[in-house]
């Protein structure tokens, strides 16, 4: 059957019908748009934290008062969370010993630091640890030292700074040994942090490490009082033992009876990971959605302009039935026809689709990737699009009576 | 003598308008047998172009009897009809009925495509039938860049190439001057000569000459239906 032909045509009943197709098309390709778009959000989202997943580092868990992921309502859930304070980290990080490495660590954000002359971006996030941090959480030290426990138990004013702020504040000069100041206080610098590029478009190196003790002395508020404790299980076969010795030991330290549920987070690479897929879920969800009601109104517009085209064309239909179409070549053809249109609006959805996740990449600093299943449900859409709505007009087309049709002016 | 082409025994047609009940043709008889040449005359809203429509099956009567080749027309379905109309059947019609943005060639090829000609048969097989009416010169053109005279030639190599039992042609003069009319009755006289059978409906003494037998209709009924004694063969440009 002669497919091409019907492709012009359809091509040609653009152009007839300019403003309403055009409309018609836009909303198709918004509609594709939103489902690409999702599509290359999540897919570049994912690379990007699956990188980082691996980076973390093996056998470690956290145990943090509210979980890192979250959306939707169930911030309710934990909003009366009690803290988990310094002396309860403590005490947990005590009884761990010899089972497995235990660290602890809260932080703030938006600090701005200062030196001299030379100020950073107020986007410095602000670490207080303990002296396991760096091997816990694969900080590594580019140059001078990390702080040890004495420094920490003294609450020693001394700082490892990430690279933003080495470059920023010391402009080539070396920053072991020199003073920075933090929300007034002065630290004096002892290392510096090795390079960890970005995540989500956020730099990793705005970062700035001080002792756990005086950052809870000094820098914490009633928004970040609870202490975070990051574990590493001397092997991976012993992971799944400590997180279960972790569990028993929270509970004995804040009093929970049998019946009551944890009062923490447990989170391990898996369990943050699927927290992640199921906000990319959300996130894929919604795009589908959305964008599945754009097409149903675009499908209405196509129905529309097949409705009409079939009107326009009545003689045209006519003088095919008298030299001999039977009614499958004219179903046919206004089924290409539509399937032609969709397909056009389809690509350049598809199009604007994937341009907007390069350039969601390109923000974040991350390799954007082209969603192909998402690409090709989006082809297969606009097929299944055609068919339904171009299906009632090309029926009344090939039903029309060969004479009436021949006699329309 | 052959067994005829068409055999109609007593059909009738009748349209319904606006609760009043049009009785377009009433009790029409016929039949018409391979290589005749018959014209069809009658005046105006006489029936002729419902009877054309009926014998062309594109039409179906609402009483009588209807057998083409000796096939009861009256039990077919749509698409049996179409094929009837694509394979046995070629239409020339007073205003053309070219598809106004297909070239020639691709005008005569949609009979083709609907049979399932190959392509490259098909396109041979119209490029033969347009230099048959002597277009071989114009076929990329379109319909608007034709004159009347060359579009009804479009037309009739459009009729031509499936190869019909039958031409049938409704005033195909009746749009075009008086010397582009006789060139396409030149050609229906050449058809017609090379074996094939012409049906021509007309209200013109002057086209229906050509003739070799003329049935005329008044009132949707027969009114004389006679052998043309001294047909018109010859075709000076007066
Ligand atoms: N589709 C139709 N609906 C109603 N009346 C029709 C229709 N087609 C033809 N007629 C009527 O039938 C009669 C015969 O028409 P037609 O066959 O076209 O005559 P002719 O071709 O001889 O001029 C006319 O009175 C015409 O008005
Ligand atoms: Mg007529």
Known sequence: MNILESIIQALQSIKANTLRTVLTLLSISIGIFAIIGAGTAVSTLEGSFNTQLVAMGQNTFMIKRTPSVNFGNSWRKYRNRKDITYQQAKEFKYQMEGISLVSLHNETDGYTAKRNNFFTDPVVTLIGADENFFVVKNFVIETGRAFGMSEVTSSAPVVIIGNDLVVQLFNGENPIGQFITLKNQQFQVIGTLKSQGSMFGRSLDAQAVIPLTVFSRYHSDEWTSSVEITTKAYSKEQLAEAVDESIGMMRSLRNLKPWEDNTFEVETNESVSSQFASFSNYLQVFGLGSGLISLLAAGVGIMNIMLVSVKERTKEIGIRKAIGAKRKWILFQFIIEAITLCQLGGLIGIFFGVLAGQGLGALINTEAAIPVNWVIFSIVICTLMGLAFGSYPAWKAASLDPIEALRYE | ?238
């Open chain 2, 1 to 238: 003598m052959s067994n005829p082409l068409i055999h109609i025994e007593h059909i009738a047609r009748t349209y319904e308008m606006g609760g009043e009940t049009v009785h377009a043709l009433r009790d029409v008889s016929l039949d018409i047998f391979p290589n005749e040449y018959v014209a069809l005359m009658g005046p105006s809203g006489s029936g002729k172009s419902t009877l054309m429509n009926i014998l062309g099956c594109l039409d179906t009567p609402s009483s009588g009897v209807y057998t083409f080749k000796g096939l009861d027309v009256n039990e077919m379905t749509d698409d049996d009809l179409a094929e009837i109309r694509n394979k046995e059947i070629g239409f020339v019609f007073q205003t053309f009925n070219l598809l106004p943005r297909a070239t020639a060639l691709k005008n005569i090829e949609l009979p083709l495509i609907y049979s399932g000609i190959s392509s490259e048969d098909r396109k041979e097989r119209a490029i033969k039938a347009l230099e048959d009416v002597g277009l071989g010169d114009r076929m990329l053109h379109r319909p608007n860049e034709l004159s009347g005279g060359q579009r009804q030639r479009v037309a009739v190599a459009r009729a031509l190439v499936t190869k019909p039992s039958i031409i049938l042609a409704d005033e195909p003069t009746g749009n075009l001057d008086t010397k582009t009319g006789i060139e396409i009755m030149k050609l229906f006289q050449e058809l017609w000569s090379k074996g094939n059978t012409v049906i021509l409906v007309t209200h013109e003494e002057d086209i229906a000459r050509h003739a070799r037998r003329i049935i005329r209709i008044r009132d949707g009924k027969v009114e004389s239906d006679t052998i043309n004694p001294n047909p018109v063969t010859s075709f000076e440009i007066p």
